[in-house]
């Protein structure tokens, strides 16, 4: 399994921007698919973005389709969820996966721990 750590959460005021940061250990970063998930305060994890292994496959939520996008570099071990134009919400944990290029959160055995974004005014 890969150690996943993430960065970039935080507060920001609706309309705002926030890049989050997913780094992993270890050389088999690249064989995997790395999702984007988050939860919500009683809710369970929702997909959000998807990048294939080699970057050349992605996939979006409908709802964050052109606000967000995924992105990542094998040469660095490091996957980034770029969030544009964030609309007024609760708070959510945002946490990053390896696992196959699918939107279940059944698809992912390899998790990072979670990152708080707040959007409020």
């Not at 993430?6 to 064989?31: D, E, I």
């Not at 809710?43 to 973005?49: H, I, N, S």
């Not at 998807?50 to 979006?60: E, F, M, P, Q, Y």
């Amino acid at each position: 399994q890969l150690a996943l750590i993430l960065s970039g959460g935080g507060s920001v005021q609706p309309g705002g921007s926030l890049r989050l940061s997913c780094a992993a250990s270890g050389r088999t970063f690249s064989t995997y698919a790395m999702a984007w998930f988050r939860q919500a305060p009683g809710k369970g994890r929702e997909f959000v973005a998807v990048v294939s292994w080699n970057g050349g496959t992605k996939s979006l939520t409908d709802s964050v389709k052109g606000r967000f996008t995924i992105s990542r570099d094998n040469t660095k071990n490091t996957v980034w969820l770029q969030m544009n134009t964030l609309p007024p919400a609760d708070p959510a944990v945002y946490s990053c996966a390896a696992g196959s290029y699918r939107t279940p959160v059944t698809a992912y055995d390899n998790w990072g721990q979670g990152t708080q974004v707040t959007v409020s005014s």
